[in-house]
């Protein structure tokens, strides 16, 4: 009896509990069903990105910037103070990252935008004046001063016995170059500048920079220094022979308002110095540089001659011509032509800023705009301009 009762015992022993099955298998269940959830989210992920690239391909979208426009926010404000005088887009603006964009709250006005002042840069250096073969230097003071040493440092031969003797001492001038203030103040009708096509800031920059153009050039020809720059014909004009510092020499053409010939434009391009012939230019207006033409030398070649190539200036005994109207017409005595370095001879000095106020009630039902510029010029190397002279002496 107790053999069999053993052997019971130890069957039931070797077989799996019914609890522990149960568990196993809900178990694997359970693994099953999180590996395909996981499975089917991955696989939906995998479809969106898929349709999100085929949608940006297809309609060209464009890539994030990496970094913000700062010149867009400042466009936008400026506009809507030239529009509508509204300028709390340019209080509120921050200034850090916007260059020429700053802010002038006490008096009202604000500087323009880089992109109109460029434009209004590009059109000043395009127009036939000075400016385009000057010296143009940029100053944050009231006035540009030029240092010029214009003498020379005495010296002699010495024997070894020989007491050395004192010599000159070279002397240093200053020129001082003061900013005047240039202005303009166009205007349009409040209708005009609600038309949401219209170009405010061409039309703006557009006015702006012809009249700044005609008046500096005239300015720099025959302006007499009160509130306007220099000019050049504004100095005193001597005879090359008898020329001094702070004079312009000048070659007579010995004929009263005429060439008398060709050989005054000869001359006059040997009476300036060979250190500063080699960068010199002619100047004059249509009306005369009309009369040059048709001047022959000896052999009845013409003095003038054309560029060679595309955009190459005409020139006079193989140096450029600047056509400046500013110039005056032949006439007895009048120093018609000009030729020198100008780059050494002449600086114009400005500030890099333009303020524009708008001003809506002045002229209702018209709008103003006070554009202010501040800038002078002078003649710095009063060496390197040579004039001809129409006169007999």
């Given at each position: 009896?107790?053999?069999?009762?053993?052997?019971?015992?130890?069957?039931?022993?070797?077989?799996?509990?019914?609890?522990?099955?149960?568990?196993?298998?809900?178990?694997?269940?359970?693994?099953?069903?999180?590996?395909?959830?996981?499975?089917?989210?991955?696989?939906?992920?995998?479809?969106?990105?898929?349709?999100?690239?085929?949608?940006?391909?297809?309609?060209?979208?464009?890539?994030?910037?990496?970094?913000?426009?700062?010149?867009?926010?400042?466009?936008?404000?400026?506009?809507?103070?030239?529009?509508?005088?509204?300028?709390?887009?340019?209080?509120?603006?921050?200034?850090?990252?916007?260059?020429?964009?700053?802010?002038?709250?006490?008096?009202?006005?604000?500087?323009?935008?880089?992109?109109?002042?460029?434009?209004?840069?590009?059109?000043?250096?395009?127009?036939?004046?000075?400016?385009?073969?000057?010296?143009?230097?940029?100053?944050?003071?009231?006035?540009?001063?030029?240092?010029?040493?214009?003498?020379?440092?005495?010296?002699?031969?010495?024997?070894?016995?020989?007491?050395?003797?004192?010599?000159?001492?070279?002397?240093?001038?200053?020129?001082?170059?003061?900013?005047?203030?240039?202005?303009?103040?166009?205007k349009a009708s409040q209708r005009l500048l609600d038309d949401s096509a219209f170009d405010i800031e061409g039309w703006l920059a557009g006015r702006i920079a012809d009249k700044f153009a005609r008046a500096e050039a005239a300015a720099f020809i025959n302006g007499d220094g009160s509130d306007k720059p220099v000019g050049i014909l504004t100095h005193t004009a001597v005879d090359n022979d008898s020329w001094t510092w702070g004079n312009v020499g000048y070659v007579a053409t010995g004929a009263a308002g005429d060439f008398n010939g060709g050989d005054a434009i000869v001359d006059l391009v040997y009476a300036l110095g060979a250190q500063y012939r080699a960068n010199g230019t002619f100047m004059m207006n249509s009306k005369t540089a009309g009369a040059v033409r048709k001047l022959k030398d000896l052999d009845g070649r013409f003095l003038w001659s054309d560029g060679l190539a595309a955009g190459e200036p005409a020139r006079l005994m193989g140096y450029p011509v600047l056509i400046a109207e500013d110039m005056p017409d032949v006439a007895t005595d009048s120093f018609s032509i000009a030729f020198g370095d100008f780059n050494a001879g002449y600086t114009v000095a400005e500030r890099p800023d333009l303020r524009v106020l708008r001003d809506p009630f002045s002229a209702k039902p018209h709008v103003l705009f006070y554009a202010t510029k501040r800038v002078g010029g002078d003649v710095s190397d009063f060496a390197a301009i040579k004039l001809l002279k129409f006169g007999v002496s």
């Open positions: 009896m107790t053999k069999p009762e053993s052997k019971a015992r130890a069957g039931g022993d070797l077989s799996p509990m019914p609890e522990v099955t149960s568990a196993l298998s809900g178990f694997v269940s359970d693994l099953r069903s999180f590996k395909r959830t996981i499975h089917s989210k991955l696989q939906q992920q995998e479809e969106q990105l898929t349709m999100l690239e085929r949608k940006s391909q297809t309609m060209r979208r464009p890539a994030l910037a990496a970094a913000a426009d700062t010149e867009t926010p400042h466009h936008k404000a400026f506009d809507a103070y030239v529009r509508t005088g509204d300028d709390d887009a340019l209080r509120g603006l921050e200034l850090e990252g916007k260059a020429m964009s700053t802010a002038v709250a006490s008096d009202g006005g604000y500087l323009v935008d880089p992109q109109t002042a460029e434009q209004i840069k590009s059109v000043l250096e395009s127009t036939s004046s000075v400016r385009a073969i000057a010296n143009v230097v940029n100053v944050e003071a009231t006035s540009y001063d030029v240092l010029i040493d214009h003498t020379d440092v005495g010296a002699g031969w010495a024997t070894e016995t020989a007491s050395a003797t004192e010599t000159a001492t070279p002397s240093i001038d200053r020129i001082v170059i003061p900013l005047h203030e240039l202005s303009a103040m166009p």
